[in-house]
């Protein structure tokens, strides 16, 4: 199982950006996938899921309105668009799967909202 995130960076508040998950080693379209954040100091806290067929969707509270997370089957791809960003959204966004039990995660993007 191999998760790679990308499309991390710096931008200004009230910016956007799109992160992407490129999945790789089991069978995509049969699992579903979440995105992670970690700010410095803080927890691993759970951002968005969507389930195998993007029937179900959950946002952590303080993105709602404002993220979106979607995924194409075809591409093996779970994205994040992330839409009027905030300081308080600078982490390390990770994404996530769970396969029989295990979970597995991607190194990583960062994500720095700074004027």
């Known amino acids: 199982v191999q998760l790679v995130e990308s499309g991390g960076g710096l931008v200004q508040p009230g910016g956007s950006l799109r992160l992407s998950c490129a999945a790789s080693g089991f069978t995509f379209s049969r699992y579903g996938m979440s995105w992670y954040r970690q700010a410095p100091g803080k927890e691993r806290e759970l951002v968005a899921a969507?389930?195998?067929?993007?029937?179900?969707?959950t946002f952590e509270d303080s993105v709602k309105g404002r993220f979106t997370i979607s995924r194409d089957n075809a591409k093996n791809t779970v994205y994040l668009q992330m839409n009027s960003l905030e300081p308080e959204d600078t982490a390390v966004y990770y994404c996530?799967?769970?396969?029989?039990?295990?979970?597995?995660w991607g190194q990583g993007t960062q994500v720095t909202v700074s004027s």
């Open positions: 969507i389930s195998r067929v993007g029937g179900t969707i």
């Open positions: 996530n799967t769970t396969i029989r039990l295990i979970d597995y």
